[in-house]
């Protein structure tokens, strides 16, 4: 890893999180006919290589043990949280049963998450390094804690929303804002990169939940 400019306007990180979000959303609308994988492997280098010509984030720093740690323990309690809740939400609400499957089923599509875990690897590490990284970062210099959390919360779902999957909107609102809530308090996208690490690989790969 390579340490970043520091002299960059904040136009680059708009620059940065505008064009990752339209790489995001036309994945997920290329979804249906191309599938998940592929799209988004290439929504990913997208966001990348965008992020680290223009971006801000220095890719050196902010590795310490606290957000290392925070972000295993943070990424297993949702792992194991989905794991109880998920059966449980599913005989209460059959609609989330539905879109669970339906959601499953897209993921599943060849060559399947396991085969697929580089991606999903490099999915994650773009998603943290554009919205608890450079958004995050442009806009705590300035809004205050719920500005903050809100709109960066907004910005990483809007493009989500593109998959037509309410439970992953559901889940990009969610995890979103706790995700945005641990990048303030450690001041490291590194720590909500390891939880959403762990919690993807867990619940897409190790043990499914559909």
């Given at each position: ?48 290589v965008?992020?680290?010509y223009?971006g ?5 720093r902010?590795w ?5 740690l ?21 005989q209460?609400?059959p ?29 994650v ?5 554009v ?32 998959s ?6 559901a889940i ?38 559909a």
């Open positions: 890893m390579m340490a970043k400019r520091t002299d960059q306007s904040h136009v680059s990180e708009v620059l940065v999180v505008t064009v990752g979000s339209a790489a995001v959303a036309l994945a997920w609308i290329l979804t249906p006919r191309y599938g998940p994988w592929s799209c988004q492997a290439v929504a990913s280098s997208i966001c990348l965008i992020a680290f223009f801000s984030t220095d890719l050196t902010g310490t043990k606290g957000a290392v925070s972000g295993a323990l943070l990424g297993g309690f949702l792992a194991m949280a989905s794991w109880v809740c998920a059966p449980v939400a599913v209460i609400m609609d989330v049963g539905n879109n669970m499957r339906q959601l499953y089923a897209t993921l599943n599509r060849p060559p399947g998450p396991a085969r697929s875990l580089p991606i999903l690897v490099l999915t590490v773009a998603e943290e390094l919205w608890r990284g450079e958004l995050v970062t442009w806009l705590h210099k300035r809004l205050p804690l719920f500005g903050t959390v809100a709109i960066a919360t907004l910005s990483y779902s809007i493009p989500i929303a593109a037509k999957s309410p439970l992953l909107i990009a609102l969610c995890f979103g804002m706790l995700f945005t809530l641990q990048r303030l308090i450690f001041r490291t996208w590194i720590a909500p990169l390891i939880a959403h690490l762990v919690w993807a690989i867990g619940v897409f790969v190790v043990h499914p939940l």
